[in-house]
């Protein structure tokens, strides 16, 4: 047999969770073909000699929404071995949605997800209504890396109940109105319906996203849509009721929850972090996934394989941005930042004013006003990271002090971490390990000044397997491949098996690691996002041609629109 692509020498970790083994990986025409020792000629060959060969891996929750359109790869998830991305999460899509309209939508994601506005506008050609044309639009686009799309209940609102999305509650044709949205996008290839109750989600203007305003009945109609269809995931941000420590509404929300996957039959899932404010109510998330699994419906949750983190620096956000004196520094060109911070009759006066308040009500990854002890140095990826209190007591200085002065030291080229949830990695590690759990939650694409989690998936291959020994390998490469092509319903993908879609990564189990994140400012009117690249990542191979070789592009685009059951059985 002549080969498109073979694989030579590497060790297979298939996606199983089985042991590895040693074999050549034989591609033709975008399938794995053969796994064996393959001694015929190939277009290419890749010497995987020391290397792990793996199946790509499968990212079920970022918002790479308005960034395809921009960005084919999908930076900065195919640098950390993604093959496949989820997108649509949380109720916000583009679709269904008139290019006159666009608006509306626009304002459901950019504070939401931190996506600038004016990228939105610049990068994206707006050449579709419905759900279906906009499905027509991401197939015809440039793709490195495969997509699949949820449809988001927030687009849907808006695109039914216009202005009135925003505040009323739907009158009973414009839930039928919803529910035929819901039907068409689920034919045309959605892979599920999306929506968002989180206190996170608001608009700039601080009003709740258009799907806050449902009310839980209109949730279970058009969750109904997809039991009625048989087909499609619901996912959805949650309700702000694990935020506060003994809040009465958790049982009441997981009961609705339970109660709606039994109803409708249909997988549900949704995010499930530790928060330092409640601590303990993760567990009755994993509880909830057993409950609803012991009574016949299907539930699971997303884990995160470390805290969430705001990256902080002065070239991005940090928490004095919106003090009195602070805001009118911050807005200036940075090397007149510089220039400020250096003056010794001001620095007093902004270290004073580092205390104030600003009455803000920071949302997502936005910076917080500092709580030092909860504010780390991020001058290495592995760490440990020390805390801004801790150093600033071993330098005797005001903590905003030594911020100032650490930064200045690396030209302002230094990133602090504030986390915002997951802070206490026993508790990440306990929520990874429960069966009903997958690992992902990148947000990629989202909040792209603000997150660097497009690296969750490497942090799990070099710190919980190689520097914790909490995983083996062979299971962590399960977690992020077979397990999450499973649940999103990717048959073909997730595993090193002939007849499988060769999506592969190649990468050095020894060396494999993220690098420290930079900020560029490459976005569609130049506005500013932060990238992070990967080392020890030989080859990303993506339905059978190489993506990136040691993290360079090929310039291939074999990525593919993945479409939702239905679609493909017609
Ligand atoms: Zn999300």
């Not at 290397?51 to 930076?75: E, L, S």
């Not at 429960?434 to 990148?442: A, D, E, G, N, Y």
């Not at 490497?458 to 399960?478: C, D, I, M």
């Amino acid at each position: 047999m002549q080969y498109d692509l073979v694989i030579k020498n590497g060790t297979v970790i298939d996606g199983s969770g089985m042991p590895r083994y040693r074999a050549d990986v034989g591609v033709r025409r975008g399938k794995i073909v053969t796994i064996g020792r393959i001694r015929e000629p190939a277009r290419e060959v890749i010497d995987a000699e020391g290397q792990v060969v793996a199946p790509g891996f499968v990212d079920g929750h970022t918002h790479m929404d308005a960034q395809i359109f921009w960005d084919p790869i999908g930076t900065s998830s195919c640098y950390h071995g993604i093959t496949t991305a989820v997108m649509g999460n949380c109720g916000f899509t583009l679709a269904p949605c008139a290019a006159s309209d666009k608006h509306l939508v626009v304002r459901n994601l950019q504070r939401a997800e931190d996506i600038p506005p004016a990228a939105m506008e610049a990068g994206i050609k707006w050449n579709w209504t419905t759900y279906p044309e906009y499905l027509a639009a991401l197939e015809a686009l440039p793709k490195g890396i495969n997509y699949a799309s949820y449809v988001g209940h927030s687009a849907i609102r808006t695109f039914v109940m216009g202005e009135r999305a925003f505040e009323a509650t739907a009158t009973e044709d414009d839930l039928q109105a919803m529910q035929r949205q819901v039907r068409d996008a689920i034919c045309a290839g959605a892979i599920g319906f999306t929506s968002s109750r989180s206190p996170s989600h608001e608009t700039p203007e601080g009003r709740a996203v258009a799907s806050r305003n449902a009310t839980w009945d209109e949730v279970r109609r058009l969750v109904g849509v997809m039991g009625e269809l048989n087909a499609g995931l619901f996912e959805i941000a949650g309700e702000g009721v694990d935020r506060n420590a003994g809040d009465p509404g958790v049982r009441e929300w997981h009961t609705r929850l339970r109660d709606l996957a039994l109803e409708s039959g249909r997988p549900i899932t949704f995010g499930v972090f530790g928060r330092r404010g409640s601590p303990g109510t993760w567990k009755k998330y994993l509880d909830l996934l057993d409950e609803t699994a012991a009574m016949g419906g299907r539930m699971f949750a997303q884990a995160h394989s470390r805290s969430l983190s705001a990256l902080l620096s002065f070239k991005t956000q940090m928490p004095f941005d919106h003090l009195p004196l602070w805001k009118d520094i911050r807005a200036l060109p940075i090397d007149e930042q510089k220039r400020r911070l250096r003056d010794p009759e001001l620095r007093p006066r902004l270290i004073e004013a580092s205390g104030a308040q600003d009455g803000r009500k920071p949302l997502g990854t936005e910076a917080r006003l500092a709580d030092y002890d909860w504010l780390f140095v991020f001058d290495t990826v592995e760490g440990p990271h020390r805390s801004v209190a801790e150093v600033a007591r071993e330098r005797q200085q005001h903590p905003a002090e030594a911020m100032i002065e650490l930064a200045l030291e690396k030209d302002l080229d230094l990133f602090f971490l504030q986390p915002v949830a997951n802070e206490d990695q026993d508790v990440a590690l306990q929520i990874m390990r429960h069966p009903r759990t997958v690992t992902t939650f990148s947000d990629s694409g989202a909040h792209v000044s603000q997150l660097m989690d497009s690296s969750l998936q490497t942090h799990l291959l070099y710190h919980w397997v190689r520097t914790k020994q909490a995983f083996t390998l062979e299971r962590a490469v399960s977690m992020l491949t077979l397990a999450p092509a499973t649940l999103w319903g990717f048959h073909d993908r997730g595993l090193i098996r002939e007849g499988m879609a060769a999506d592969i990564v190649v990468f050095d189990p020894d060396t494999i690691m993220a690098e420290m994140p930079e900020v560029v400012d490459d976005l569609p009117a130049g506005a500013r996002r932060l990238v992070q690249r990967t080392r020890g990542v030989a080859a990303t191979v993506v339905n059978g041609e190489i993506l990136l070789r040691e993290g360079r592009h090929t310039g291939a685009l074999p990525g593919r629109l993945l479409r939702g059951p239905l679609a493909q059985s017609t």
